[in-house]
């Protein structure tokens, strides 16, 4: 790992506060989230080779990360806005909101720097992704099960990855995630200068956020920001307290449910 360094000591205290509160030791869930990689990983290769990982597997299961990400990404926002991350609430908003406050308003080195708590935050701050999925999951969809997983999972290195200059980049990644991205760039899958675009809006409008994917989803980006547009338009109309939380909340659960069961009604 580079050394990267953080911008402020008192990050280290609030983040080892909150995972002492939230995570047990940190020393176990960094094999924990190891193991849990591992698994996913060892599950699709099983899966591939008893020829049960199929193409539409893969590609349903990038659709539905990426439909996760975008409707998850706008309660993030939300929260950014209802509470007071840093300060009173920062008990019970999670570690991953935290990290994605840090890194987005004041350095966005902070982002690597927790690269376990980020990377952490995709499991144990997102229970609703994976909880969902127990109504829907049998034989036929372990395939898409674990490559919808795969997919969730290299969001936190990714994001990361965004956020580190080419020289960053090749310390803080082992080769083959590196030239994995750097591959997945130059195909267009991922976009530095996208994320980029993401990352224009500050503490002073924070409901101007734009862009909420960090992968390649056609059209689908721009519905959530209709969504989030829509939603903001209630909160500012109505005043009602956590409104625009509670909205987003709604609609993530909303959508989580909708395209799991429309992918397993028409497409398994």
Same mark, same amino acid.
């Given at each position: 790992?580079?050394?990267?360094?953080?911008?402020? =000591?008192?990050?280290?205290?609030?983040?080892?506060?909150?995972?002492?509160?939230?995570?047990?030791? =940190?020393?176990?869930?960094? /094999?924990?989230?190891?193991?849990?990689?591992?698994?996913?990983?060892?599950?699709?290769?099983?899966?591939?080779?008893?020829?049960?990982? +199929?193409?539409?597997?893969?590609?349903?299961?990038?659709?539905?990360?990426?439909?996760?990400?975008? +409707?998850?990404?706008?309660?993030?926002?939300?929260?950014?806005?209802?509470?007071?991350?840093?300060?009173?609430?920062?008990?019970?908003?999670?570690?991953?909101?935290?990290?994605?406050?840090?890194?987005?308003?004041?350095?966005?080195?902070?982002? =690597?720097?927790?690269?376990?708590?980020?990377?952490?935050?995709?499991?144990?701050?997102?229970?609703?992704?994976?909880?969902?999925?127990?109504?829907?999951?049998?034989?036929?969809?372990?395939?898409?099960?674990?490559?919808?997983?795969?997919?969730?999972?290299?969001?936190? =290195?990714?994001?990361?990855?965004?956020?580190?200059?080419? +020289?960053?980049? /090749?310390?803080?990644?082992?080769?083959?995630?590196?030239?994995?991205?750097?591959?997945?760039? /130059?195909?267009?899958?991922?976009?530095?200068?996208?994320?980029?675009?993401?990352?224009?809006?500050?503490?002073?409008?924070?409901?101007?956020?734009?862009?909420? +994917?960090?992968?390649?989803?056609?059209?689908?980006?721009?519905?959530?920001?209709?969504?989030?547009?829509?939603?903001?338009?209630? /909160?500012?109309?109505?005043?009602?307290? &956590?409104?625009?939380?509670?909205?987003?909340?709604?609609?993530?659960?909303?959508?989580?449910?909708?395209?799991?069961?429309?992918? &397993?009604?028409?497409?398994?």
């Amino acid at each position: 790992m580079v050394e990267l360094k953080t911008t402020n =000591p008192n990050y280290i205290t609030n983040m080892n506060r909150i995972m002492k509160d939230n995570y047990l030791l =940190p020393v176990i869930n960094n /094999k924990i989230y190891y193991m849990i990689v591992a698994v996913n990983i060892l599950s699709l290769i099983g899966l591939l080779f008893n020829n049960r990982l +199929s193409v539409k597997d893969v590609g349903l299961g990038y659709l539905l990360s990426q439909i996760t990400f975008l +409707s998850g990404h706008a309660v993030v926002h939300a929260c950014f806005i209802e509470y007071d991350i840093t300060n009173k609430d920062i008990d019970n908003t999670g570690v991953g909101n935290y990290v994605a406050y840090l890194h987005h308003y004041e350095n966005s080195k902070e982002l =690597p720097y927790f690269w376990m708590q980020h990377r952490l935050s995709y499991i144990f701050d997102t229970p609703l992704v994976y909880l969902t999925w127990l109504p829907f999951i049998n034989s036929k969809l372990l395939g898409l099960f674990f490559s919808y997983s795969g997919w969730w999972l290299l969001q936190g =290195p990714l994001h990361e990855w965004y956020h580190l200059n080419n +020289s960053e980049r /090749k310390h803080h990644f082992n080769p083959i995630i590196n030239n994995l991205f750097h591959l997945s760039e /130059k195909i267009g899958m991922v976009s530095t200068k996208h994320h980029q675009l993401h990352h224009k809006h500050q503490k002073n409008n924070l409901e101007d956020v734009e862009k909420f +994917s960090d992968m390649y989803i056609p059209f689908l980006e721009e519905i959530e920001q209709k969504i989030w547009n829509f939603n903001v338009n209630i /909160k500012n109309k109505y005043k009602w307290k &956590k409104t625009l939380y509670y909205l987003s909340s709604i609609q993530h659960f909303i959508v989580l449910l909708a395209s799991f069961a429309i992918t &397993k009604k028409y497409c398994y």
